[in-house]
């Protein structure tokens, strides 16, 4: 959230202070203490040589830091991005270099960006507009936006703000690129708190659903999918993160293919007559993490034969979500992304049973 005139920053004509800042960005002070300590992240300037002022300057690097990191960049590499396009803002004015070169000295423990040029850049993504993997600045402020509104619990804006993004990017965009980063900047916030803001995950969790659900209904309305037997998407055995499930389930609905969501939890015994009495072309199994991720049970799919005497077939088997091996073995798919899933759902057989592909995480 940048600052406008109409807040009222508590100053002394050198900056805001860091509560101020901290209420402002949805940061605790702590943690701006922490990033100024441990990656240099503080201000320029200190009011009577102990009291921190963040300047304008300061406020738009730190604003970055917390753009990136809620986008999911490691702090670490995030810090180096935000001081690297400071240093980038300050080289575009030349008026801004000397006052730059003083006041970076008056920071203990940082060096002046001369003195950091050997600072390795962020990490670089092949393809990306940005050159850090992450979505665009407009969708990413977007997330920053939703979350901001769920540590509020302000949850007429946070339904108006995922509405909005559905809207715009279409569901399957403002699932990967507003909803999963607002997702994890709230779940990290807890984290890093204890749980002081479970009520915030769970306000934000419970609106991600119902918006889910109703793309999935709206979708339904406009009619009859395609005739063929459907997709089956189930949790393995005790995850309980059925969020991607639903997202997938309603992006599958507006594409006109059918499909069978179990949801959480689905016991084995559960999972095995459902493929029987359904049939699927594919079982999509998303685990959370490791402990849940049931290899065995989904190689047990993928050789499981369905279909009449004479006519049996199997099953392609979709392993999503962070809890699984990066190398599951031959037989067993692992997208990417949603959209990644969506294609190899809607593609024919002959190329959907082609090379697995690795997750990230």
Same mark, same amino acid.
């Given at each position: 959230?940048?600052?406008?005139?109409?807040?009222?920053?508590?100053?002394?004509?050198?900056?805001?202070?860091?509560?101020?800042?901290?209420?402002?960005?949805?940061?605790?002070?702590?943690?701006?203490?922490?990033?100024?300590?441990?990656?240099?992240?503080?201000?320029?300037?200190?009011?009577?040589?102990?009291?921190?002022?963040?300047?304008?300057?300061?406020?738009?690097?730190?604003?970055?830091?917390?753009?990136?990191?809620?986008?999911?960049?490691?702090?670490?590499?995030?810090?180096?991005?935000?001081?690297?396009?400071?240093?980038?803002?300050?080289?575009?004015?030349?008026?801004?270099?000397?006052?730059?070169?003083?006041?970076?000295?008056?920071?203990?423990?940082?060096?002046?960006?001369?003195?950091?040029?050997?600072?390795?850049? $962020?990490?670089?993504?092949?393809?990306?507009?940005?050159?850090?993997?992450?979505?665009?600045?407009?969708?990413?402020?977007?997330?920053?936006?939703?979350?901001?509104?769920?540590?509020?619990?302000?949850?007429?804006?946070?339904?108006?703000?995922?509405?909005?993004?559905?809207?715009? *990017?279409?569901?399957?965009?403002?699932?990967?690129?507003?909803?999963?980063?607002?997702?994890?900047?709230?779940?990290?916030?807890?984290?890093?708190?204890?749980?002081?803001?479970?009520?915030?995950?769970?306000?934000?969790?419970?609106?991600?659903?119902?918006?889910?659900? *109703?793309?999935?209904?709206?979708?339904?309305? *406009?009619?009859?999918?395609?005739?063929?037997?459907?997709?089956?998407?189930?949790?393995?055995?005790?995850?309980?993160?059925?969020?991607?499930?639903?997202?997938?389930?309603?992006?599958?609905?507006?594409?006109?293919?059918?499909?069978?969501?179990?949801?959480?939890?689905?016991?084995?015994?559960?999972?095995?007559?459902?493929?029987?009495?359904?049939?699927?072309?594919?079982?999509?199994?998303?685990?959370?993490?490791?402990?849940?991720?049931?290899?065995?049970?989904?190689? *047990?799919?993928? $050789?499981?034969?369905?279909?009449?005497?004479?006519?049996?077939?199997?099953?392609?088997?979709?392993?999503?979500?962070?809890?699984?091996?990066?190398?599951?073995?031959?037989?067993?798919?692992?997208?990417?992304?949603?959209?990644?899933?969506?294609?190899?759902?809607? $593609?024919?057989?002959?190329?959907?049973?082609?090379?697995?592909?690795?997750?990230?995480?």
């Amino acid at each position: 959230m940048e600052l406008s005139a109409g807040d009222e920053p508590e100053t002394t004509g050198v900056g805001v202070t860091t509560g101020f800042l901290a209420r402002r960005l949805g940061v605790s002070p702590t943690t701006l203490r922490s990033w100024d300590r441990r990656y240099g992240l503080g201000p320029a300037v200190r009011a009577d040589g102990r009291h921190r002022r963040w300047s304008p300057d300061d406020v738009a690097m730190v604003q970055e830091m917390c753009r990136l990191t809620a986008a999911g960049l490691p702090p670490a590499e995030a810090a180096r991005a935000a001081k690297e396009s400071a240093r980038d803002r300050v080289a575009a004015s030349p008026a801004l270099v000397a006052r730059a070169r003083t006041t970076a000295r008056t920071r203990t423990g940082v060096r002046t960006p001369e003195e950091s040029s050997t600072t390795p850049p $962020a990490s670089m993504t092949p393809g990306s507009p940005t050159g850090t993997g992450l979505p665009s600045t407009d969708v990413a402020q977007e997330g920053r936006g939703l979350a901001r509104a769920a540590v509020r619990l302000d949850a007429r804006a946070v339904q108006e703000r995922l509405a909005t993004a559905v809207r715009t *990017h279409g569901l399957a965009r403002a699932w990967e690129d507003v909803m999963v980063p607002a997702l994890r900047a709230v779940g990290r916030k807890w984290e890093s708190s204890g749980d002081r803001y479970v009520e915030v995950e769970h306000l934000l969790t419970w609106h991600v659903s119902a918006t889910l659900r *109703h793309a999935y209904v709206s979708a339904a309305e *406009h009619g009859p999918p395609a005739a063929v037997s459907p997709v089956l998407l189930a949790c393995t055995p005790g995850e309980q993160h059925t969020l991607p499930l639903e997202a997938l389930n309603a992006a599958l609905a507006e594409r006109r293919v059918p499909a069978v969501t179990l949801g959480g939890a689905v016991p084995p015994e559960a999972l095995m007559a459902a493929v029987q009495r359904v049939g699927p072309p594919a079982v999509v199994l998303w685990s959370q993490s490791w402990s849940t991720a049931n290899l065995p049970l989904a190689r *047990h799919l993928a $050789a499981t034969r369905w279909g009449v005497r004479g006519a049996r077939t199997r099953s392609r088997i979709l392993l999503s979500g962070p809890g699984w091996d990066t190398q599951p073995g031959p037989g067993l798919l692992r997208p990417r992304q949603l959209a990644e899933a969506l294609s190899l759902l809607t $593609a024919p057989d002959d190329r959907a049973t082609g090379p697995t592909t690795p997750i990230s995480s």
